[in-house]
């Protein structure tokens, strides 16, 4: 009789992001395929909604990158590997890799990390730090974009061993993102409690509060399309918290202030449900000014049949079928977002149905989280079959 297969996910935080609800899905789905399942993160919002009937949980400082509680982490993560027998260790961070690498050495067990994001670098000591996720058994890159920049920045520590560097593309529930799954009624209390017109074309941009997110590009072709008189009315929502970016809000504020746009731009702070948000937009923007790793937003527009915009960079690229299931504009152009904007409201109704099954699609073939997680799990045993 087999043994079963041990994995420990090790992330900073739970919360929201990509990373975050890839590590959740993954670990749920491998009590499925008879495996057990374990979480080491510090804390966050998605940790209440772990099933600890499939999933065991432990709280550690990860998310730090002081070398103290990292060798504190190594010690308690080398216990823990060897009092619950694990096989696999799977890192998603660069401070808990580290953590990782060491206990796995020292336990002989195999070490898997994934890429979630460009780590870029501007001295050696930076790419030693960053080089922790390429020192893994199993390295699995997002996307091909992350799969062309680990080979161009760290594709030297590929040369000498038998590493293996593979795409998993990141994947959704879409069975959660989808549009017949929506209650009317909560499309009309979201609506109503954050005051939406619902009659006028709703632009919605998701994402956290940062700079490279874009919502200055997307601020700045507002106002070029409320100076246009040829185009429905429309009323737009900034969905994402500040996470304690308190200056760069009050920023984008200001620039709401400046062009006047106060009734047309509204600023959401969070959705405990996405697929609402998703719901009642008309059209999707993604304005990220630097690459995205994979583009969340983009995919999960997309399943939920809205039309999506992305900058042409990074992730999206890929995720987009770019004329069919959503576009692309050029990146960091405010005037080119504008026009392509222009361009989808200026749509009938049965193009953007098309558009939107398109989109879905494509997010059922390419990066449903079944198959990622799937596919990740066949790479999980064959790790484990070249240690026997």
Not at 16 to 23: I, L, Q, R, V
Not at 181 to 207: A, V
Not at 257 to 283: S, T, V
């Amino acid at each position: 009789m087999k043994k079963k297969i041990k994995v420990l996910q090790v992330i900073p935080t739970l919360g929201y992001g990509g990373a975050e609800t890839g590590c959740y899905d993954l670990a749920h789905f491998l009590p499925e395929k008879g495996c057990k399942s374990f979480i080491i993160t510090s804390g966050g919002e998605l940790i209440k909604y772990i099933d600890k009937k499939k999933v065991k949980v432990f709280s550690l400082p990860v998310q730090s990158k002081n070398p103290i509680l990292i060798l504190f982490n190594t010690i308690i993560i080398f216990f823990i590997i060897l009092i619950y027998n694990i096989n696999i260790v799977h890192a998603r961070s660069r401070a808990p890799a580290w953590s990782c690498f060491i206990a796995t050495k020292l336990s002989l067990r195999k070490f898997v990390t994934t890429f979630h994001g460009t780590y870029n670098f501007n001295n050696k000591i930076k790419k030693f730090y960053n080089s922790i996720m390429v020192r893994a058994n199993l390295v699995i890159a997002g996307s091909n974009f992350i799969f062309s920049h680990i080979n161009e920045s760290y594709g030297n520590f590929f040369s000498k061993n038998t590493r293996k560097l593979l795409v998993i593309f990141r994947g959704i529930n879409t069975n959660y993102f989808n549009p017949q799954k929506i209650l009317p009624i909560k499309l009309d209390k979201f609506s109503k409690k954050n005051n939406i017109d619902r009659n006028k074309f709703i632009i919605l941009l998701p994402g956290r509060l940062t700079y490279w997110k874009g919502q200055k590009i997307f601020i700045e072709a507002i106002k070029l399309l409320s100076e246009r008189s040829d185009i429905p009315p429309l009323e737009t929502i900034i969905l994402g918290s500040d996470q304690g970016r308190t200056v760069y809000k009050k920023q984008l504020i200001g620039l709401v202030q400046q062009y006047r746009l106060g009734k047309i731009i509204k600023f959401i702070d969070h959705c405990e449900e996405m697929p609402i948000a998703y719901g009642i937009a008309n059209l999707v923007c993604s304005c990220s000014t630097e690459p995205e790793a994979f583009g969340r937003i983009s995919v999960e527009a997309q399943s939920m049949q809205v039309p999506i915009i992305a900058s042409d960079i990074g992730g999206s690229r890929e995720t987009i079928i770019n004329d069919k299931s959503g576009y692309l504009f050029k990146n960091k152009d405010p005037k080119a977002l504008a026009d392509t904007i222009i361009m989808v409201m200026q749509k009938d109704y049965n193009s953007l149905k098309s558009i939107g099954f398109e989109g879905r699609k494509n997010v059922l073939k390419r990066f449903d989280v079944d198959k990622m997680c799937q596919t990740t799990f066949t790479e999980y045993k064959k790790l484990i079959e070249l240690s026997r």
